[in-house]
């Protein structure tokens, strides 16, 4: 399920950057050549940067790809670990409820006052801003559904399950990851070439 969850967030992600490119390469090819610009890449731009941010989010999250700082983590008693890795996933899952409460309320804002961009488009803001709601809205379930099975998690007294899930990926982690991922892009490459 989190695979599914990661392979569908990553594809929405990447497909908002492959159509901005997309948008930027026409908009520079039409000003180069016609002299003419669409006179809104920039505008999509800060619409896609803020969705992908929040589908970043979730994307870290799972991938437990978050910034903390570890430097001390590895040092300290199991039960102060486990205590740190139940107590980030419950605080992420509290930041992020707030985030997407506040950002509904942003919205009401825009919709009561009839809001709109600075720019030529003059976009209302209710639409880009209810793709950032829907991308918060996103990364408050991942995080509520981390911070719920991590509480279980520990209840159920699988302490190292909390660790092992829930804090910060070892150097050890990330280079077995890197080296996987290189097996698997290598033995694509002699499959093409067996092939050819």
């Known amino acids: 399920m989190k695979q599914r969850i990661e392979q569908w967030l990553g594809t929405v992600f990447g497909l908002i950057f492959l159509g901005l490119a997309a948008v930027v390469t026409v908009e520079t090819v039409m000003r180069k050549l016609f002299n003419v610009s ?22 870290a999250l799972l991938g437990r790809a978050h910034i903390r700082v570890d430097v001390f983590h ?10 740190l890795n139940w107590l980030s996933v419950v605080s992420l899952a509290a930041m992020a409820l707030l985030l997407a409460w506040l950002a509904w309320f942003v919205i009401q804002d825009s919709s009561a006052y009839k809001s709109v961009s600075q720019t030529p488009w003059a976009t209302p803001l209710v639409i880009p801003q209810t793709a950032w709601l829907i991308g918060l809205m996103v990364f408050a379930a991942v995080a509520l559904a981390s911070a719920v099975r991590a509480t279980w998690l520990l209840l159920r007294g699988q302490t190292e399950a909390v660790i092992r899930d829930y804090g910060p990926r070892s150097t050890r982690e990330e280079v077995d990851e890197e080296l996987q991922d290189l097996k698997v892009r290598s033995t694509a490459q002699t499959a093409r070439v067996e092939t050819a």
């Open 38 to 59: 669409l006179q809104g890449a920039d505008e999509l731009g800060g619409y896609a940067l803020a969705v992908g941010a929040t589908l970043g989010f979730s994307l």
């Open 74 to 83: 590895d040092r300290l008693p199991r039960s102060l670990q486990l205590a």
